[in-house]
């Protein structure tokens, strides 16, 4: 055992000394430091691997290669040393010891089994340093490393997200914390637990600006499977963080009022082996209900949201798809469609924005980047038709589905009642089915209109007398 103790310490305080003079990534952590263009950790040194007990990677967390979504992600947008600045010029120091030695940035960033006694994060919120410490009891009651009195696993988790959503100051925090205790965690169970909190937490609210790029520096890090376990396939938590990540920025944080139920978190847990029926692709969906509806073309909650609206008068509401549904309500009703249960809502409006919500979180649009530009400069009928022609085959079938479900609406006997003719349906619907891939504020502005044209244009002239299904 001493010489175990000893290997370990001496292990420690040369990646330590390695930190303070070569190029280093500091999103991980003492163990997990990453020098020049190699990698050296302890997980992949074969001591480590001598002394870790592993098993497999259980059943019900074992993913279909189908559902497997291949990593389109792009390189940090930082670089190593800009993150390295970051951590220098924003982690509190800390210190131990009866002689107060400062603790280097490695270690800090490591997991630890005793609490913190400071935020990680510099600031003069008296409310935001008391909280950062609740906080970090909370993670570490989930992760099963220390006991909390009065909380669970289930309700600390449920009591760290609600803080985070409520609380915007505190989130960078909640991640970087995050972040320590998923680096050098030897411990398979605890380690799942801290990759399940961060895929939780970006479901509901998004980092800063500011904290963005470390964040996505410390996701990618892990996506190579680098320091996947046979227990933990850390690689996938963090490719579905980052697509969360990029979701939840450009998105925001979870809208309404309501708290945040346990269901809503398991729904999140689950959805990074099992995807969720919103923000994946067309392919991902279909491979989901193939089981339950082997011989449907179309997505089912699509069918399922579109009969709702007309089931509940859709046709005969002032403003339909334009007015808003109640957003807990929609919340619930997500909730409800990503479970496979019926809809059971009563305002049209609710399944109605719903189905927007859906169309729009696709991962990729229905009308593939590829084609956005070809769509926006689109001259007339027979050139948006060809390029309906040219969309994936699955695309072309929901895109037929969509169109020809708002041309029910465009009837001059419903436009009577809901107010809402070709242009105006077309100016509502057309984000839903491009997307603009700039950043521009006048970029977009401009394409608005484009886009619009684009989806008048279909809603017109696309023969959808064939379409895959029709409505009830």
């Known amino acids: 055992m001493m010489r175990y103790r000893k290997k370990c310490k001496y292990v420690t305080s040369t990646f330590e000394d390695v930190n303070m003079n070569n190029s280093v990534v500091l999103l991980g952590v003492k163990s ?3 020098v ?3 990698r ?5 040194n074969s001591f480590y691997k001598k002394k870790t007990k592993h098993g497999t990677i259980p059943t019900n967390m074992q993913t279909s290669s189908s559902l497997v979504i291949a990593n389109k992600t792009k390189k940090p947008t930082a670089s190593e040393t800009e993150l390295e600045k970051y951590a220098v010029e924003n982690l509190n120091k800390h210190k131990k010891g009866i002689f107060r030695k400062p603790v280097s940035l490695a270690h800090m960033l490591s997991w630890t089994k005793e609490p913190i006694k400071k935020p990680m994060l510099m600031t003069r919120d008296k409310e935001v340093k008391r909280e950062a410490l609740e906080s970090f009891k909370l993670i570490q009651c989930y992760m099963s490393d220390k006991k909390l009195k009065g909380f669970t696993r289930e309700t600390s988790i449920l009591e760290l997200t609600t803080r985070g959503w409520k609380k915007p100051k ?6 970087i914390q995050l972040c320590k ?3 050098d965690n030897r411990r398979d169970d605890s380690l799942m637990k801290g990759w399940e909190i961060i895929a939780v937490c970006l479901s509901i609210f998004p980092p800063t600006t500011r904290f963005y790029s470390y964040l996505e520096g410390y996701l990618y890090k892990h996506l190579d499977g680098n320091f996947d376990t046979r ?3 850390v690689s996938r938590y963090a490719s579905y963080s980052m697509r969360k990540l990029e979701r939840v920025l450009q998105a925001g944080a979870r809208k309404g009022n309501k708290k945040i139920t346990t269901e809503e978190i398991e729904l999140a847990k689950r959805s990074v082996f099992h995807p969720s029926m919103f923000g994946s692709m067309l392919d991902e969906v279909m491979e989901l209900q193939k089981d339950r509806f082997p011989d449907s073309k179309i997505p089912w909650v699509v069918k399922t949201l579109s009969n709702e609206v007309i089931k509940l008068g859709g046709e005969k509401t002032e403003g339909i798809f334009r007015i808003p549904g109640d957003i807990d309500e929609v919340n619930a009703l997500k909730v409800q469609c990503d479970t496979w249960m019926e809809p059971s809502c009563k305002d049209p409006n609710v399944p109605a924005s719903l189905l927007k919500l859906w169309y729009r979180e696709l991962y990729e649009p229905l ?3 590829e084609l956005y530009d070809r769509c926006i400069e689109c001259k007339g009928t027979k050139e948006a038709l060809h390029i309906v022609s040219e969309l994936p085959e699955i695309n072309r079938l929901v895109l037929n589905y969509f169109i020809r479900f708002l ?8 436009v009577t009642e809901t107010k809402m003719d070709e242009n105006n349906l077309a100016m509502v619907m057309a984000p839903n089915c491009l997307r603009c891939d700039s950043d521009d504020p006048t970029v977009i502005f401009e394409n608005a209109r484009k886009e619009m044209a684009f989806v008048r244009t279909l809603i017109r002239e696309l023969d959808t007398s064939g379409a895959a299904e029709d409505f009830k």
């Open 231 to 233: 227990k933990v396939e």
């Open 170 to 175: 505190l989130r960078d925090e909640i991640f």
């Open 40 to 44: 050296s950790t302890l997980r992949n």
């Open 367 to 369: 009308i593939p980047f």
């Open 407 to 414: 041309q029910k609406f465009v009837r001059e006997e419903i």
């Open 181 to 183: 205790q998923t680096t």
């Open 32 to 34: 997990f430091v990453d």
């Open 36 to 38: 020049a263009h190699g």
